[in-house]
């Protein structure tokens, strides 16, 4: 029953584009492709939902030979739990209504067919990637995922930002998966598993129990993680996806918010039971440094869609800071359900950008020139936002597109963790609970910092998911022309935003994550340090989380019983500690922005301009707003613009950099090498040759008596010569 | 007078026929120096059948092997008809060129 | 005897073509198509009969030459029938390709076509080292007219050159040739039979196992092949007879010609003289690493190169050297896994560049350039031509699910085993590769559509036809690689069994 | 071994009677017939060495090949080797008639003593290839020599034709002269002119110390100059591109075929008897003298060739180039083993086969082109692809069997001779050999480059005699078919030299 069902998932969307394709070649194309394709989601969805109560628990891999060499085999196949399933359900899922909402948001596009057409093999390969029961599955489907988010970023590719943003998504993604190619052929060989299949008998994971080689695990394992900094836009490789926004606004939402950019996750989770304490520490810090940087660059971000990149970097980092912090479950529960919040705030910002974009529809229907003729307004470094994303011509709308606003509240509340009945609370408390017990488990300093940065992210994240909501939906519209022209989404967007906005809610993720449906698999190399050193600062560290001396006090030196129910205490612990200090930071953070950009509304325009003499005397009295704006507000700002002009100076420079100058430069004079010294050699000897042949024509000088010396020469010199002989 | 007079007279005419081909500027002299090589050759032959070759008793009657001499008498033919073609030829050179200078038929050349 | 046949039908094509009235063009052309797709039935027939066994089949071998004991002795195994279906493959694509760009001399130019065919087919099958060398040679003459006569403006120089390297390399190939042939046993005993000198070579003690002999014999065959290939010090040939030759030419270049140099390179140098190949590829030493760094070299320099490119045929020629890299790389492995991806690279490769010197050929018919920057926003003007240079360019590139990724990873996997460090360099390449191939995508598809070509029309039903068949491949192999990998199998076993019995060279 | 008295020698003697009987025919009819036009002569002269194929063939059958008659005393050598290159030197003098036929540059009312003078040259060929005395020697290449200076000479009033005779001759008297001294000497340390006398003598006195090691390479140094000018081997060669740029095409074709395997075949006769034995070879390094001397030859032949424009010149340094691959196979006389003596003979053998039809083919087409486009230069033979399809193609296939270029006769030739010298040993010298065939692919491709790539001034088609074409076709079948054929391998290898 489970083939056939997979079979269908996989195969449904793959139809779906080849029909596009086939008739394509006929230069023709199916009547109806959208509803094509989206049905073809649908059946998928079916699918998967059937699935949940089909296979799971028992975790059983359907293999078939694809490679088979001499005494080697590379097979492909399906792996089934409940994680695949659980993310089987979450790609079908935000696909199919991505798909609904594409109907809506790209009619009249002139390549309305193609796009569909595109996510339907996007959706292919990502279910592929999901399925697949060994690292080569995985590595097939994450290029392919790859190539349609090229295909996809690049979609309106008359905008030359489009085509560099497609180009750079593609090559910086390549780095990472090079690294993780790498990785798996040390496995391979190296390590001598001799095979990429992960589960069953001779799987990698049997095998690794058994291999004592740390290091070289170590080294495989942040390789392969490599891979995954590049998909889901770690710290060093995130600069694409904030340009990939220029892709059209559900593709932002499906693949670099739910799907794609969370395989890094999935593929991090899958490797789990490889990852070594060294392996699993790097991964956690890049997850936290990601968490933090992005965050904080989110905050002077005035374009809707590159806020939401960056706070999908943040929460990806999030994520990889759990798996690499060993909360397993935590991790994948924070991409569930960060699949749904930012699929939803993608889709209304997509939905805000339509109502304006009608607008500019009547103007003219063509992507193209909409990139130019907006070049009167405000840069942010360097690359223009379109007027329809700038936040800045926002504001007011919530009663112009009330269920948009609504539905992105949701999304937001949940984001910014507020407590209890949204789901991104949970999860999120889920992380940080994890690291927390983790250092308190293991008395790491490390885990310490890295509880920290997660903490401070948070809180962040708060602050500017608020200030999104307050610019765009609050307050007076700064845009009249544009707000006028403003209107709700037909149904066909908004509905796919209610399912979300249901989903944003903890219902269904507590299902699967809080009665022990997904379970943590064996990490063979990692387990409690023997006596754990105890520094001092974290003594006191206990202390202010409430532990009695007496408990900070045998944390030393107890018997492996003792050192898991301690473990177990030290998560109980930590998790109460992290609910309150997340609920706190949470607060904090929205309290702060509701007051810079809801309240400070007033003192600016209305006051300033209308009522002078009477705004000198309340400005006067407040000082508060400039206070804020000119201490609290400036700092915030500048340390965010100091992340971002390192981010974008250093980071984009590097990776634009390498294929400029690599093709200006070094390639460039191989070329010349090429032309003058390798074939200069060739074209010397020809030379030589040919200025031999002249030296001798020149010995045929015609008078014959020359010829006689040469005669008697030659005869005169064979004899010395062979006299001596 | 024994071999070694013989060979030195020729090896002389044979130098001075090499010394006039390389050094004369008239296609005359050089037929002269060609026909003193020839001519030194011809000494050669003979006097080598002369010492070299050791007599032998025929019937009672010592006979010299004279095999030489003949090779000479032909090389003295050859020479004369080689000196005829020689100027024919130098008669149409110089019908062609007003000239016998060898130096200056050279246009063909390179 | 179907084989001979399937080698010759060409030639006899060539004297049909040549005894028909010169003016009567069309007539011409389809007499060349039907005698190009004679062989490609044969050739399928072949591929579907072909049994998966080391033995080689369909073999035919007459005395010719008693003097030297050479006989006309043909067959094939798994990786010359995979080639020989590629050689008739591409064979009337060629001739598709060629049917409306070829102004002048049409019946010349398919007469020396259908010649050059019968040389590769040829090539593929002989199972004696003289013929084999006579088929090597075979292919300079009609390549040198092809290029020289149809080729771009500076035609003279690319096709003396081509002809001059490889007539330098397959020089040095004859003296190693004739030593072999000497060697092989005393007078009246020696043999030209490939087999044979195998089996001989496998001997111990014997003249041709003898290691300092083998080295000197392999390094006279690698030059010869490695000029055709071409790897790295001999490859400057290669863009200028690209550039200057007809696309058809071009596609014939890159798909099978350098093809001939790898074959060779297996059919040989790893079979005939292992102790040779370990010595340059086991790993320890210069010496026993400089095979995979040569193909290093090739893969990083030859990416290199392309990525300075702005041509758009040298680039894609420029690309195929960095490709033929992998072959060099997966051939130094020495294990099943490296030669099998090797071979297989060789197809795919044969299969892709083909596509992409089609689609080159195609872009220039219309826009008679081929500057890359001159071109842009293409996509929107035609799609569907757009869409198979990105299935084409992404191939090229080892995007899986296609084929050249399957031979690319095989090829490195394999050599990861002996040559860790020059692998991890040579991935540089994979990147690299990405990044022209995409740049080149961007500049000539994407961005605002260049106005000078508002009128460019779409890609036409003939060309169409020509690539899909390479398109299918290229998808077929990728999806499912134990397709090509079921034909050579066994071969490969052999062969890997048979080098790993040499370890040490000396 | 026996000696045939002079009457019963007469009747083996026969194919050079009637040479010499058709020459004095030929100049009869001359005399005889009143139109100077007409081309009796010629097909006279054709007639003759028709008779002449007869007589050899029946004269060979009175008894089996390899059955050696010494005819006058042992003067002249009647066995396999001598009736192959009489048979060959008889087609070459064949050819040049036909080719002679058209030609226009000639003379018509000479022509009558000009097909004698050719039958004459023949006469001395033959003598060349079958001599065992040095008497025999001398006289023969005298014969050979004047008579050829005549013929390069013939142009009337064409400066260049006068110019090449006299640096002919003046070169060919100076180097027979020094042959002859050479000769002398020999003919001094053994006492005798008879070549098997002077093979068995001359170890036994270089042993026994009447003569130095010196001496004898002295002798053999002058030797090679006169044979060496034969087969225009270096430092002998200089004349012959200046006399092949002047004589007319024919003899030049002639020359270049003809008088090289004339003197090949003197060569290899006169060394292998003579010189052949191991103690002369080592005594003087022999193998090494001629090892050099070939190398030299092929290198600076294709070197000088590579710059030169007038394709009869290019030709003419090509078969400087030529020789030298042939003396490759002539150092194999020193080696040792029979066998490998024997396949150097049969290397040489079989290439002169090959070289005879590629060479003749080469300068036929360079006839024509004189004669039709009235040009010897490289540019006039531009566009020749598209005004003479069939004639530029066969040049083609000419040239690049010239080069080497396999399937095509030329390869095989060199494939045999490179074979022969691998098995002698001599690597370095197969090496030199096998650069050079590269490198005189350049200049061969020059000439089908002209005739293919370039575009020609007048566009104007040329027109040829169907007889053109089947003479043609007469040197282009061969070129193509001669190596992939066993019979001319077994040939080769069958004749043999005692």
Redesign the interface.
């Known amino acids: 029953m489970v083939v056939p069902l997979i079979s269908i998932i996989l195969l449904a969307p793959l139809a779906a584009f080849t029909i596009f394709a086939l008739l394509g070649l006929a230069k023709r194309s199916f009547p109806r492709q959208d509803l094509l394709s989206t049905a073809a989601m649908l059946v998928a969805l079916g699918c998967s939902l059937y699935l949940l109560k089909e296979v799971v628990p028992k975790p059983d891999p359907h293999t078939v030979d694809w490679i088979s060499l001499g005494n080697i085999t590379f097979s492909m196949g399906f792996y089934l739990d409940s994680v695949t399933v659980i993310m089987l359900i979450v790609v079908t899922l935000v696909s199919s209504l991505v798909h609904i909402f594409s109907i809506g948001y790209m009619h009249g596009d002139p390549r309305y067919p193609r796009f569909f057409a595109y996510l339907s093999l996007f959706s292919f390969s990502m279910l592929f990637l999901v399925v697949s029961d060994n690292l080569l599955g995985i590595y097939i489907g994450w290029e392919l995922v790859g190539l349609c988010s090229y295909l996809l970023i690049g979609f309106w590719f008359e905008k030359d930002s489009a085509a560099n943003a497609c180009k750079k998504a593609f090559l910086t993604t390549r780095v990472g998966d090079v690294g993780m190619f790498i990785g798996m052929m040390i496995l391979f060989w190296q390590l001598d598993f001799k095979t990429f299949s992960l589960y069953g008998e001779g799987g990698i994971f049997s095998a690794v129990a058994t291999t004592d080689d740390k290091l070289w695990l170590s080294i495989a394992g942040i390789l392969i993680f490599c891979g995954a900094i590049g998909k889901s836009a770690q710290v060093p490789l995130h600069t694409w996806l904030p340009d990939a926004m220029e892709g059209p606004t559900p593709v932002s939402a499906l693949i670099h918010a739910a799907t794609m950019v969370a395989a890094g996750v999935y593929l991090t989770a899958r490797m789990f039971p490889i990852l070594t304490p060294s392996s699993s520490l790097v991964i956690a810090y890049i997850g936290g440094i990601t968490a933090i940087v992005a965050a904080t660059i989110a905050i002077v971000r005035f374009d809707i869609k590159r806020v939401l990149a960056y706070s999908t970097i943040s929460q990806l980092g999030y994520m990889m800071l759990a798996i690499g912090a060993g909360s397993y479950v935590a991790g994948l529960f924070h991409l569930t359900t960060h699949a749904f919040f930012k699929a939803l705030l993608f889709l209304g910002s997509g939905s805000v950008i339509h109502a304006f974009h009608a607008m500019h529809a009547h103007h003219d229907d063509d992507h193209a020139d909409n990139a130019e003729h907006d070049h009167s307004l405000v840069h942010e470094h360097g690359s223009e936002i379109p007027p329809d994303q700038d936040m800045r011509n926002m504001g007011g709308l919530r009663r112009k597109m009330p269920i948009t606003f609504i539905t992105m509240l949701i999304a937001t509340l949940s984001i910014s963790g507020v407590p209890f009945i949204f789901s991104g609370f949970w999860s999120k408390d889920k992380i940080l609970g994890g690291v927390l017990g983790r250092a308190m488990e293991w008395n790491s300093i490390h885990h310490y910092v890295l509880f920290g940065i997660a903490l401070c992210a948070a809180g962040i994240t708060a602050f500017y998911m608020f200030r999104l909501i307050f610019m765009t939906f609050f307050g007076e519209p700064r845009n009249q022309e544009m707000h006028n022209m403003a209107h709700e989404s037909p149904w066909v967007m908004t509905v796919p935003l209610i399912v979300l906005a249901a989903l944003s809610f903890p219902v269904v993720n507590h299902l699967w994550f809080n009665k022990d449906y997904v379970k943590p698999p064996p990490q063979p190399h990692i387990q409690a340090p023997q006596h754990a050193y105890v520094p001092s600062d974290t003594k006191i560290g206990f202390t202010l989380f409430g532990l009695s001396e007496a408990e900070a006090a045998d944390e030393e030196g107890g018997t492996d019983t003792e050192q898991s129910d301690k473990a177990h205490h030290a998560h109980e612990v930590a998790h109460n500690i992290a609910m309150v200090l997340s609920i706190i930071v949470a607060g904090l953070g929205i309290l702060l922005s509701w007051l810079f950009y809801h309240r400070r509304r007033f003192s600016a325009e209305a006051v300033a301009t209308t009522f002078r003499p009477v705004y000198n005397l309340f400005w006067n009295k407040y000082y508060f707003d400039e206070f804020y704006d000119g201490v609290l507000v400036t700092l915030t700002v500048w340390k965010a613009r100091l992340f971002a002009k390192f981010d974008l100076s250093i980071i984009d420079g590097i990776v634009n950099g390498v294929a400029t100058i690599t093709q200006k430069i070094f390639a460039a004079s191989i070329g010349f090498f090429d032309n003058r010294v390798v074939d200069g050699i060739v074209n010397r000897v020809a030379e030589v040759t040919w200025a031999a042949g002249g030296r001798i024509r020149r010995i045929q000088t015609g008078a014959i008596q020359t010829y006689l010396f040469v005669v008697l020469g030659g005869i005169v010199l064979i004899i010395l010569i062979f006299r001596a002989l | 007078m024994s071999l070694q007079h013989y060979l030195v007279i020729s090896s002389i005419l044979f130098t001075l026929g090499i010394f006039a081909v390389l050094t004369r500027r008239n296609a005359i002299s050089i037929l002269m120096g060609i026909e003193l090589i020839l001519n030194s050759c011809n000494l050669n032959f003979a006097a080598f059948s002369r010492f070299v070759i050791p007599l032998e008793e025929v019937e009672g009657k010592i006979i010299q092997n004279i095999d030489g001499q003949i090779i000479a008498i032909f090389g003295i033919v050859l020479a004369a008809a080689e000196a005829a073609v020689f100027l024919a030829i130098i008669l149409a050179i110089y019908r062609e060129f007003g000239s016998i200078r060898p130096d200056e038929v050279d246009t063909l050349k390179g | 005897m179907l084989l001979s046949l399937m080698i010759f039908v060409p030639l006899l094509g060539m004297i049909v073509v040549l005894l028909l009235p010169r003016d009567s063009e069309e007539l011409i052309k389809r007499v060349t198509l039907g005698f190009t797709l004679i062989p490609l039935i044969l050739a399928v027939y072949l591929f579907i009969d072909y049994k998966s066994t080391p033995d080689t089949q369909y073999a035919v071998s007459v005395p010719?030459?008693?003097?030297?004991n050479i006989n006309y002795h043909i067959g094939i195994d798994g990786l010359s029938v995979t080639l020989m279906l590629l050689t008739a493959l591409l064979g009337p694509i060629c001739v598709l390709a060629s049917w409306r760009n070829i102004e002048k001399g049409i019946k010349?130019y398919m007469a020396l076509f259908l010649l050059l065919e019968t040389g590769m087919l040829g090539f593929f099958a002989a199972l004696d080292l003289f013929l084999f060398?006579?088929f090597?040679?075979?292919t300079?003459?009609p390549m040198?007219?092809l290029i020289?006569?149809w080729g771009g403006p500076r035609?003279?120089y690319a096709?003396?050159k081509f002809?001059?390297y490889t007539?330098?390399g397959s020089?040095?190939m004859?003296?190693a040739l004739?030593?072999v042939?000497?060697s092989s046993g005393i007078?009246g005993e020696r043999t030209f039979d490939i087999p044979t000198l195998i089996t001989l070579a496998g001997t111990p003690g014997h003249a041709l196992a003898d290691p300092t002999f083998q080295i000197w014999v392999f390094l006279g065959f690698f030059i010869g092949f490695a000029v055709k290939v071409p790897i790295f010090?001999f490859?400057?040939w290669l863009?200028d007879a690209h550039v200057e030759a007809p696309t058809a030419i071009s596609v014939i270049l890159a798909g099978v010609l350098l093809k001939m140099g790898t074959y060779g390179l297996v059919r040989i140098n790893m079979a005939m003289f292992p102790e040779g190949m370990a010595f340059f590829s086991n790993g320890i030493g210069f010496w026993g690493n400089s095979l995979a760094l040569l193909g290093f070299v090739n893969i990083v320099?030859g990416s290199?190169?392309?990525?300075?490119?702005t041509d758009f045929k040298k680039l894609v020629a420029y690309s195929s050297i960095g490709h033929m890299g992998f072959v060099i790389l997966g051939l130094a492995a020495r294990n099943?896994?490296g030669v099998?991806g090797a071979i297989l690279q060789m197809f795919n490769h044969g299969v892709i560049s083909a596509m992409l010197f089609l689609l080159v050929g195609v872009l220039y018919d219309r826009a008679h350039h081929r500057e890359i920057n001159g071109f842009g926003?293409l996509?929107?003007k035609m799609?569907?031509y757009a869409?198979f240079t990105?299935l084409a360019f992404?191939a090229s590139l080892g995007?899986?699910?296609l084929s050249g990724?399957?031979g690319e990873?095989?090829s490195?996997?394999g050599a990861?085993?002996t040559f860790?460090v020059l692998?991890?360099l040579s991935?540089i390449g994979?990147?690299?590769g990405?990044?022209y191939f995409?740049?080149t995508?961007?500049r000539v598809?994407?961005?605002?559509?260049n106005p000078k070509y508002e009128e460019l029309p779409?890609i036409n039903k003939r060309e169409?036809l020509t690539l899909?068949p390479l398109g299918i491949l290229t998808i077929v192999l990728g999806i499912?690689?134990?397709f090509a990998?079921d034909m050579f199998?066994e071969s490969?076993?052999e062969l890997?069994t048979l080098m790993n019995t040499f370890q040490a060279g000396l | 071994m026996g000696y045939l008295e002079n009457i019963p020698s007469l009747a083996y003697f026969s194919p050079e009677i009637l040479l010499v009987v058709f020459a004095a025919a030929v100049i009869i009819l001359d005399l005889l017939i009143k139109n100077r036009e007409s081309q009796k002569t010629a097909y006279l002269a054709l007639v003759g060495l028709g008779c002449t194929l007869v007589a050899i063939i029946i004269t060979n059958s009175f008894s089996d090949a390899n059955e050696t008659k010494n005819l006058f005393f042992g003067m002249i050598r009647l066995d396999g080797f001598a009736v192959f290159f009489k048979i060959l030197l008889l087609l070459a003098t064949a050819a040049t008639i036909l080719f002679s036929l058209r030609s226009e540059e000639l003379d018509a009312k000479l022509k009558g003593e000009y097909y004698a003078l050719l039958l004459a040259v023949t006469f001395g060929m033959f003598l060349m290839a079958s001599s065992t005395n040095l008497l025999m020697i001398f006289i023969s290449l005298e014969t050979v020599s004047l008579t050829s200076y005549i013929l390069a000479g013939f142009l009337t009033h064409s400066p260049r034709s006068s110019e090449a005779a006299f640096k002919y001759i003046t070169y060919g008297a100076v180097a027979s002269g020094t042959m002859l001294f050479g000769l002398s000497l020999i003919f001094g340390m053994v006492g005798s002119g008879d070549l098997a006398t002077i093979g068995q003598q001359l170890p036994i006195v270089l042993a026994n110390g009447n003569v130095t090691a010196l001496g004898v390479l002295i002798a053999i140094t002058f030797i090679l100059a006169g044979i060496g000018y034969k087969i225009a081997s270096v430092p002998f060669h200089m004349w012959s591109p200046d006399v092949y740029e002047g004589a007319p095409i024919p003899i030049t074709a002639f020359l270049s075929v003809a008088s090289k395997a004339a003197g090949f075949a003197l060569f290899l006769r006169f060394f292998h008897s003579g010189f052949g034995k191991p103690e002369v070879v080592q005594s003087i390094d022999l193998g090494l003298l001629l090892a050099i001397v070939s190398a030299l030859t092929m290198t600076i032949g294709n070197l000088a060739a590579l710059p030169q424009q007038n394709v009869k010149r290019l030709l003419a340094y090509s078969s400087i180039a030529h020789g030298g691959y042939l003396l490759m196979g002539a150092v194999l006389l020193t080696n040792g083993d029979a066998a490998i003596v024997n396949k150097g003979i049969g290397a040489i053998i079989f290439y002169l086969i090959v070289y005879f039809f590629m060479n003749l083919g080469a300068f036929y087409v360079v006839v024509l082109m004189a004669n039709e486009a009235g040009t010897e230069m490289i540019e006039g033979y531009r566009g020749l692809s598209s005004r003479a399809p069939l004639v530029a193609g066969a040049m083609a296939i000419f040239l690049f069997s010239l080069t080497g270029i396999p399937f095509l006769a030329g390869f095989f030739g060199k494939w045999v001779l490179f074979t022969a010298v691998l098995e002698g040993k001599l690597y370095w010298l197969a090496f030199v050999g096998l650069i050079n065939s590269v490198i005189s692919l350049y200049y061969y491709a020059r000439i089908a480059k002209a005739m293919y790539f370039e575009a020609a001034e007048d566009t104007d088609r040329l027109s040829f005699s169907k007889g053109t074409f089947a003479l043609l076709s007469v040197f282009v079948v061969p070129t193509i078919f001669i190596g992939l054929l066993n019979i001319f391998y077994s040939l080769s290898e069958n004749i043999k030299l005692q």
């Open positions: 010719w030459i008693d003097a030297f010349a060398f006579v090597f040679e075979l300079l003459l040198y007219f020289g006569v035609r003279e096709a003396i002809f001059l007539l330098f020089v040095l004859l003296v004739i030593a042939y000497l007078p010090p490859h400057t863009p320099y290199f190169c392309a990525l300075a490119q099943t896994m099998s926003g996509a929107g799609p569907i869409g990105t992404m995007l899986p699910g990724f399957v990873a095989l490195l996997l990861f085993d860790k692998t991890i991935t994979i990147v690299v990405a990044a995409l740049w995508l961007q598809f994407l961005g605002k559509l779409e169409i899909v499912w690689p134990n990998l199998r490969v076993d890997v």
